[in-house]
Nanobody, 119 residues
Framework: QVQLVESGGGLVQAGGSLRLSCAAP????MGWFRQAPEKEREFVAS???????YYGAVVKGRFTISRDDAKNTVYLQMNSLKPEDTAVYYC?????????????????WGQGTQVTVSS
């Protein structure tokens, strides 16, 4: 059983930055999703084993996903945060190494970490 543990959420003012971390063992395709109140969960970013990255349109250019395999950790650096980025952010993982933007294709999920951006 794969367990994903997120950390790094919190409250930040608009224009600020936060870095989320997700501890996950092994060679897996990793992704970040988010869910705002009364909205569907949406794709944020993902990264494959080779470090190739993919981003959702709403965060591209502001967020950066990266991985440190020595630490078995994936990061989501979030810059220029906006109030509309407020959501619970989830780390997700799958053994299939093909890229995916669909939450249905991910096998494992973290418990989520709250990010709140004040205006």
């Amino acid at each position: 059983q794969v367990q994903l543990v997120e950390s790094g959420g919190g409250l930040v003012q608009a224009g600020g930055s936060l870095r989320l971390s997700c501890a996950a063992p092994g060679k897996m395709f990793m992704g970040w999703f988010r869910q705002a109140p009364e909205k569907e969960r949406e794709f944020v970013a993902s990264i494959n084993w080779s470090g190739i990255t993919y981003y959702g349109a709403v965060v591209k250019g502001r967020f950066t996903i990266s991985r440190d395999d020595a630490k078995n950790t994936v990061y989501l650096q979030m810059n220029s945060l906006k109030p509309e980025d407020t959501a619970v952010y989830y780390c997700a993982a799958k053994f299939d190494l093909r890229p995916s933007w669909s939450q249905a294709e991910y096998d494992y999920w973290g418990q989520g970490t709250q990010v709140t951006v004040s205006s």
